[in-house]
């Protein structure tokens, strides 16, 4: 298909630029651009002076470079919207063609524009810059003589001179302009090495703002202003950012430390520094405070809260130092870091009234500084939980080493911040991550330490699921003058007719927040050693999968099966899973491929560690629910088993056009198992003809499960002859009219015990043997 040399696109833009004001230029600019986006084939090749098309680009270029210059805001506003379009369209013709460009947008920045335009001088010109930093020749002839003249108007924006009446900046413009430089440090170090500095001083209110500064800062400009200050230390001159890089984070821990000397004033601490820190000494009679005077880059504080502020922003700090991308190796000072999170995870925090007076805590210290304290001491263990997360994303494989102890610390933060989402979302994410490191070498306390993280995770999956019960209030009672307890308060709307005692309740939580569990559920199958997890959390946890239709986490508890005593794996859940998934293709692969060696009882899977004194009574539910007992309530907590029952159990009993008991686990060998003497054997008899019986009768009365009679054990085998008649019925639509067939049945059943195991164990085997004697032999007789 040959190309249109001239789109139509192209002469239209020339028309609509020529024929508007420029007041309705920016309500035109979604039909510009939408035209200038279609016109890449004429704006990318070499302009040629005898042909149209290079005529009306000369044309459209001019047109443009007439607006960034012209008198009105609405003009400049078009035009740099326009240069940013014909750039990402055209490439490198007409990236050399934008150094008058470059000037009257650097120029535009300096004028009396509204902010929201300015922005988008901002913007444009850092696309141009980016752009153009794949071309040596375009970088030296636009770039270098340029980006001193755009650092220095981002500044004036910054800090208007006194002499003129310019207000300061919105945050917005300010957050605009960090993300601009800190986009553009990386490709020209040595052009903005002169700014580091001024830039450095104005960034200094946005780092870790506190609430003695008496200003809101939005949580993205502080982290477009600590991003760039990450990013500074590579305009350091001869090779020396690597290590301004190492020694500005150990200031920041430094910093922590004597921050952390005034807000824990209040704890008596029992941590122990690993990098030879020795704390301050803090005064009791003024309020915890900060000093300037050592670090210039931080304003002061005071007051607890502020203090907590400062910690938080600090350790954010270290976080988005771990996340910044270096462009030589550096020297990560990981014993510094882990030593602030040590320190921090190392306080409990009282859980009663008693505990917040006495345990653990300083006697000069006032209650309402200690209360001060325990209120912003959350959100300083949430942000010790994102320097792990933003460690071992840095340090990948390298953070084994580590991980147990982390994960110590993770777990103990987490049994005083399980309350708050945001905790138990960023506690998910970090075990999630751990347990894929260290999981598999975990030792059985170690893994039985998990159950509070398991916990939360099965609780808010269910929760906005929607089958998490209401909490039943529990009636207090108090005895006055020897009366009767009475009851204090009751509700009057649970005795209402139609009110259902075990009504769930619904949790809204966010989409990160259900995906981090999701996972951390997933992992926990995945990544586990399943033989030291409770069986009644791992109960649990299958509950949760099904209940919540989580098909990962289905598939990775049936190819982790948890194992007995005895080697046998519990039952799996498979049938569940082709049932909410029948037409997913990796479950229909693990159906038709996944056969499990040995298998114990169905319901074995949810047992608990004291079930197994129940093994009779198990066998008679069994038997009632043929081998599946979804449908009965489990022996784990009652939130969990009140709601179970609402999955329905998949039909695995065999139906009355087929009397044929069906074929166990235990019995379906695999190419990967070698077969047992007794399949042997039954391949070894010959074949024999089975009659189908039409009887209602004789329809039900299939032979029972291995495991449904517990008087069953019989070292010997039976032979028992049953004669079956049957009678033709005149008008029956598929009897032979006038014959009478009889029918023998011989079942020969034997039961093998092996290893002294009890009859229900799965290696026992049931073989059934039935012969069909003919018409001639019956004659015979």
Not at 213 to 239: C, E, F, W, Y
Not at 643 to 663: E, I, K, M
Not at 753 to 767: A, F, I, L, M, P
């Given at each position: ?134 071309y040596p020749t375009l970088v030296r002839e636009i770039v270098t003589p340029s980006s001193p003249g755009f650092a220095t108007a981002c500044l004036r924006v910054l800090k208007p001179p006194t002499s003129s009446k310019v207000g300061k900046a919105p945050y917005s413009l300010v957050e605009t302009i960090f993300e601009a430089i800190s986009t553009l440090v990386p490709l020209y170090p040595t052009t903005l090495r002169q700014f580091s500095g001024k830039f450095k001083a104005e960034v200094r209110p946005y780092l870790a703002p506190t609430i003695s500064d008496n200003v ?291 949790v809204s939580l966010s989409p990160k927040h259900m995906g981090a569990a999701e996972a951390l559920l997933t992992a926990l199958f995945n990544h586990l050693p399943q033989q030291y997890i409770p069986s009644s959390l791992r109960s649990q946890m299958l509950k949760t999968a099904i209940l919540c239709r989580h098909k990962d986490a289905q598939v990775a508890s049936i190819l982790h099966p948890a194992r007995d005593r005895s080697g046998r794996t519990t039952q799996v859940i498979l049938p569940y899973l082709t ?203």
């Amino acid at each position: 298909m040959a190309l249109v040399p001239l789109p139509p696109e192209l002469r239209t833009i020339c028309r609509r630029l020529t024929s508007a004001t420029t007041e309705q230029l920016p309500a035109l600019l979604p039909l510009l651009l939408r035209d200038v986006g279609r016109c890449r084939e004429p704006l990318s090749q070499p302009s040629e002076a005898s042909s149209e098309t290079s005529v009306l680009v000369h044309k459209l270029k001019t047109h443009i470079t007439s607006l960034l210059n012209g008198r009105t805001s609405q003009g400049r506003f078009a035009g740099a919207a326009l240069v940013k379009a014909v750039i990402e369209t055209g490439g490198w013709e007409c990236l050399r063609s934008s150094g008058p460009w470059v000037n009257g947008l650097i120029s535009a920045i300096q004028k009396k524009d509204p902010p929201i335009v300015k922005e988008l001088y901002i913007v444009t010109l850092t696309k141009i810059f980016t752009l153009t930093h794949e071309y040596p020749t375009l970088v030296r002839e636009i770039v270098t003589p340029s980006s001193p003249g755009f650092a220095t108007a981002c500044l004036r924006v910054l800090k208007p001179p006194t002499s003129s009446k310019v207000g300061k900046a919105p945050y917005s413009l300010v957050e605009t302009i960090f993300e601009a430089i800190s986009t553009l440090v990386p490709l020209y170090p040595t052009t903005l090495r002169q700014f580091s500095g001024k830039f450095k001083a104005e960034v200094r209110p946005y780092l870790a703002p506190t609430i003695s500064d008496n200003v809101l800062i939005p949580a993205t400009l502080q982290a477009s202003s600590r991003r760039l200050v990450t990013r500074l230390h590579m305009t350091a001159a001869k090779g020396g950012d690597s290590t301004e890089w190492t020694k500005h984070i150990e200031d920041l821990v430094k910093l922590l430390h004597t921050t952390a000397d005034q807000v824990f004033r209040a704890v008596q601490e029992n941590w122990e520094s690993a990098i030879g820190y020795r704390s301050q000494k803090v005064s009791f009679d003024v309020e915890p405070q900060g000093s300037t005077e050592e670090h210039d880059q931080f304003p002061r504080w005071v007051g607890v809260q502020a203090g907590g502020d400062r910690i938080i922003g600090l350790l954010d700090f270290i976080a988005e130092y771990l996340r910044c991308h270096t462009r030589v190796a550096v020297t990560i000072p990981v014993t510094a870091i882990t030593d602030v999170t040590t320190r921090i995870s190392s306080i409990k925090p009282p859980y009663s009234s008693k505990e917040r007076t006495d345990v653990g805590m300083n006697a000069a210290v006032g209650r309402e500084e200690r209360d001060e304290l325990w209120t912003v001491f959350p959100d300083i263990q949430i942000a010790v939980l994102q320097v792990h997360l933003a460690l071992i994303q840095r340090l990948k494989k390298n953070y084994i080493p580590l991980a147990p102890e982390s994960l110590d610390q993770v777990l103990r933060i987490l049994q005083s911040t399980y309350r708050l989402p945001q905790a138990r979302t960023a506690t998910f994410v970090l075990a999630r991550e751990m347990i894929q490191l260290c999981g598999p070498t975990l030792p059985k306390l170690a893994v039985e330490g998990l159950g509070l993280l398991m916990k939360c995770c099965c609780r808010d999956l269910l929760g906005a699921a929607g089958y998490l019960p209401k909490p039943k209030p529990q009636a207090s009672s108090t005895t006055q003058n020897g009366q009767k307890p009475r009851t204090i308060s009751q509700n009057a709307d649970a005795f209402l007719p139609g009110k259902s005692q075990d009504d769930t309740i619904s949790v809204s939580l966010s989409p990160k927040h259900m995906g981090a569990a999701e996972a951390l559920l997933t992992a926990l199958f995945n990544h586990l050693p399943q033989q030291y997890i409770p069986s009644s959390l791992r109960s649990q946890m299958l509950k949760t999968a099904i209940l919540c239709r989580h098909k990962d986490a289905q598939v990775a508890s049936i190819l982790h099966p948890a194992r007995d005593r005895s080697g046998r794996t519990t039952q799996v859940i498979l049938p569940y899973l082709t049932q909410q998934f029948p037409q997913d293709e990796s479950v229909e692969l693990l159906r038709f491929n996944f056969r499990p060696a040995a298998t114990a009882s169905s319901n074995e899977f949810l047992e608990t560690e004291d079930a197994m004194a129940l093994e009779d009574d198990e066998a008679e539910a069994e038997s009632k629910t043929n081998g599946f007992s979804f449908g009965e309530n489990f022996n784990s907590s009652a939130p969990f088993s009140s709601v179970f029952t609402a999955v329905p159990a998949p039909a695995t009993q065999s139906t009355a056009s087929n009397p044929l008991p069906t074929r166990s686990a235990e019995a379906i060998q695999t190419p990967f198992l070698e077969p047992s003497s007794s399949e042997t054997r039954r391949k070894s008899e010959p074949e024999t003809t089975i009659v189908e019986p039409r009887s209602a009768a004789s329809s039900t009365s299939s032979l029972k499960r291995k495991n449904e009679d517990a008087t069953a054990e019989i070292s010997l085998s039976k032979r028992v002859e049953v004669s079956v008649t049957r009678e033709s019925v005149v008008g029956g639509p598929a009897d032979t009219a006038g014959d009478t067939i009889k029918t023998h049945t011989i079942a020969s059943s034997s039961v093998q015990t092996r290893g002294g195991e009890d009859d229900s164990s799965d290696d026992e085997s049931v073989h059934l043997n039935m012969d069909l004697d003919s018409d001639d032999e019956d004659e015979d007789e």
